[in-house]
Nanobody, 124 residues
Framework: QVQLVESGGGLVQAGGSLSLSCAASGRTFSTDGMAWFRQAPGKEREFVAAASWSGGSTYYADSVKGRFTISRDNAKNTVYLQMNSLKPEDTAVYYC?????????????????WGQGTQVTVSS
């Protein structure tokens, strides 16, 4: 049974930092691309960041470029999202997703597994 479990969300003041983790189990994710998405209340789920299977290629939404960093540890089947200089508009539920092609950044419907999400709230 494949599972993605996010952790690390919470409440932080604007300008602060949080680090999210997504632990994968049930299959070997070292050949999968991995991505982070987020969904704010009343809005569609949006892409945040992605990493290829090796971590050698990374992709970011313009809204987080320069503030967020995606990384992965394939030995631990875990992908991370370091979020710095947080803004109130970063408030959302953050989800990780796996991409079996290994590319990392693929069309939305090509991500095959999703975590349950972790809440990030940034106060002004």
């Amino acid at each position: 049974q494949v599972q993605l479990v996010e952790s690390g969300g919470g409440l932080v003041q604007a300008g602060g930092s949080l680090s999210l983790s997504c632990a994968a189990s049930g299959r070997t994710f070292s050949t999968d691309g991995m991505a982070w998405f987020r969904q704010a209340p009343g809005k569609e789920r949006e892409f945040v960041a992605a990493a290829s299977w090796s971590g050698g290629s990374t992709y970011y939404a313009d809204s987080v470029k320069g503030r967020f960093t995606i990384s992965r540890d394939n030995a631990k089947n875990t992908v991370y999202l370091q979020m710095n200089s947080l803004k109130p508009e970063d408030t959302a539920v953050y989800y990780c997703a796996s991409d079996p092609t290994g590319r990392g950044w693929v069309p939305f419907n090509e991500y095959d597994y999703w975590g349950q999400g972790t809440q990030v709230t940034v106060s002004s």
